[in-house]
C-alpha cells in the first residue's frame, strides 16, 4: 500500500510557520498546462507567488490543490496550482524553507509557447530568472 504524500502537509506547515512568525510565504512553482496563473509571469516555466494572507483571497491549500485569488496590476485573478508543481515555499525574508521534487514531469515547453500575451523580449536579452529561494534548514 503506497503511503499518501506529506507534501501538502508540509507546505500548510511551513506557510503556518512562515504567519506565525511574521514572514512572507512564497511557492516556487514548475508551470504546466494544469497550473492556473497568469501566463504572462510565468518566466522560463517557471513563478513565484506570494501566498501571504495580505496578498490573497480565499486562500485553500488542500492535498491536491492549491487554490486563492490574487490581484496582478490591480486585477484580481483565480489561481490554481497543482501541490505536485510546487518546487518549493520559503519565506521571502530570510530565505528559511524547504524545496522539493516536480511530480508529474510534463513539458514545460508547451506551456511557454502557448503564452500569448507575454512580452517579448529582444533575441540578445535573457529572460529574467526568477528569484531563487535561499533554503536554510528549520528545526
Same mark, same amino acid.
Request: aromatic share 2%; charged share 20%; glycine share 8%.
Given at each position: 500500500m503506497e503511503l499518501p504524500s506529506t507534501k501538502p502537509y =508540509? *507546505?500548510? /506547515? =511551513?506557510w503556518e510557520w512562515c504567519c506565525d512568525n511574521g514572514f512572507t510565504p512564497h $511557492? #516556487?512553482?514548475e508551470v504546466d498546462e494544469r497550473t492556473r496563473v497568469p501566463r504572462e509571469y510565468v518566466r522560463g516555466g517557471q513563478i513565484v507567488l @506570494? =501566498?501571504?494572507?495580505? #496578498?490573497? @483571497?480565499? *486562500?485553500?491549500?488542500?492535498n491536491e490543490l492549491i487554490e486563492f485569488q490574487a490581484r496582478f496590476n490591480g486585477v484580481a485573478r483565480d489561481l490554481s496550482v497543482p501541490v505536485g508543481?510546487?518546487? &518549493? $515555499?520559503? /519565506?521571502?525574508? @530570510?530565505? &528559511?524553507?524547504? &524545496?522539493f521534487?516536480?511530480?508529474?514531469?510534463?513539458?514545460?515547453?508547451d506551456v511557454d509557447a502557448a503564452?500569448?500575451? #507575454?512580452?517579448? *523580449?529582444?533575441?540578445?536579452? /535573457?529572460?529574467?530568472?526568477?528569484?531563487r529561494p535561499k533554503l536554510q534548514r528549520i528545526k
Open positions: =508540509l *507546505l500548510r /506547515a =511551513l $511557492i #516556487a512553482v @506570494n =501566498l501571504g494572507p495580505t #496578498a490573497t @483571497n480565499k *486562500l485553500q491549500m488542500g508543481r510546487v518546487t &518549493a $515555499i520559503y /519565506a521571502r525574508e @530570510n530565505g &528559511a524553507g524547504m &524545496a521534487e516536480v511530480e508529474g514531469e510534463s513539458s514545460v515547453a503564452v500569448p500575451d #507575454a512580452p517579448e *523580449l529582444p533575441s540578445d536579452e /535573457a529572460p529574467p530568472e526568477p528569484p
